[in-house]
């Protein structure tokens, strides 16, 4: 009987794993988890409203604030999955190299821009700190924290389209 050795992950991969698991649980389980806030808070409001004739302010409060982490990481999600919305009648057209460009083009100037606005909507998010939200007393640190995640989220998975659409169009050591 022959002993098999012990699969061991290096670094490299133990990372990769720790950088998917953790893009799962923020773009995937974190959206599920915050939809189902939404229509629980719903139900809750509906139900004091209808049944009981007390309706309440924080289940519609606390319903949009999840509603706004379900968008912005949803929208990460389908960037890093590329299952976002796009006029395509004319793209689809060109030669898949002129895409590619296209996709370069398109993909630095998304990511310039919110690298631009990364730091004043961090700034902002440590000054809005102090402001409480109306019927929850949240800091609003915590309602809009989603957005500078959001636009880091973007930014790293823009980089890694653009160095496979770079690698693709160019071939792998630069040359055509």
């Known amino acids: 009987m022959r002993i098999q050795p012990k699969k061991t992950l290096d670094t490299w991969g133990a990372l ?23 229509v629980f808070s719903l139900i809750v409001q509906i139900f004091y409203r209808y049944v009981l004739g007390t ?3 924080w ?15 949803g929208a990460a999600h389908a960037v890093r999955t590329q299952d ?17 460009l296209c996709d370069i ?40 924290g989603v957005f500078p995640l959001f636009l880091a989220l973007v930014v790293v998975h823009n980089i890694g389209h653009i160095v496979r659409d770079i690698k693709m169009v160019f071939g792998r050591d630069g040359t055509r």
């Open 16 to 38: 990769q794993l720790i950088w998917n698991g953790l893009l799962y649980f923020l773009e995937d389980i974190v959206p599920v988890l915050s939809l189902v806030i939404v």
């Open 55 to 57: 309706p309440l302010t």
């Open 59 to 73: 289940p519609f409060e606390l319903s949009i604030y999840a509603y706004i982490w379900t968008l912005y990481l």
């Open 84 to 100: 976002h919305v796009r006029l395509d009648i004319i793209y689809n057209q060109m030669p898949l190299e002129l895409q590619k």
């Open 105 to 144: 083009g398109f993909n630095t100037v998304i990511t310039v821009l919110f690298l631009l606005i990364l730091r004043p909507a961090w700034d902002y998010l440590l000054f809005s700190y102090r402001i409480k939200t109306v019927a929850l007393k949240l800091p609003w640190t915590y309602v809009f």
